[in-house]
């Protein structure tokens, strides 16, 4: 199986810039990008007017970091397993990629439990209390982004039985452009929580 065989609707829709799939995610990051730089700027702001002091961010919060760096390598694979139509790594990346993001989800889940136990929150004051913030906005949109990410799986997995229903699969630009788009937005939350883990760490060692 090939990429290169001729598709008749591929070259218009790879052209088709401005398609609705493009618009509504580039309309998002720029949304969600706003609202954190929001919440950033109110921190740096009540550090500087109300001397809110830094909390530490907890250890937990640097391995999810490696964790969502993971899915996002694994995301990678999968985006050449497709490209080389490789059928059972493009899955098998598909599915690990799912399971590190569900995984950071849980330890994200724990991390809070154990703020909570040791009083960083909501004991720590401001601090603390935007650090959860922070990590509740960028768990929910995790969250939002799940339900896609498990249909597109689970479309995959349904249409790779056959060896027409792969070579369809394959040569649907549809669907190489959601991969696409998936791609992009998952990297987006991973650069997202590097930067919210560099933010706080330099907030606690530098300011």
């Known amino acids: 199986m090939s990429n290169n065989q001729y598709n008749p609707y591929k070259s218009d829709y790879k052209n088709f810039v401005l398609h609705p799939y493009k618009i509504m995610l580039f309309f998002l990051l720029i949304s969600v990008s706003m609202i954190f730089v929001g919440v950033m700027a109110a921190y740096i702001y009540q550090r500087i007017t109300m001397g809110i002091e830094p909390v530490r961010l907890p250890y937990v919060f640097i391995l999810n970091a490696f964790i969502l760096l993971s899915s996002s390598y694994t995301l990678n694979l999968s985006k050449k397993s497709y490209l080389s139509d490789n059928t059972e790594r493009y899955k098998l ?52 982004g799940l339900p896609f990410f498990i249909a597109f799986l689970r479309r995959a997995y349904l249409n790779m039985k056959e060896p027409v229903t792969v070579l369809i699969y394959f040569s649907d630009p549809e669907k190489q452009m959601k991969l696409r788009l998936l791609t992009v937005y ?22």
């Open 186 to 207: 998952w990297h987006y939350l991973d650069v997202l929580w590097w930067i919210l883990v560099l933010f706080f760490t330099f907030n606690y060692l530098i300011i």
């Open 93 to 144: 990346y598909l599915t690990l990629t799912l399971g590190l993001t569900l995984l950071f989800m849980v330890a994200q889940v724990a991390s809070w439990q154990w703020m909570y136990k040791v009083g960083i929150f909501p004991q720590a004051g401001p601090g603390g209390q935007y650090i959860v913030a922070f990590a509740i906005l960028h768990f929910i949109h995790i969250f939002a």
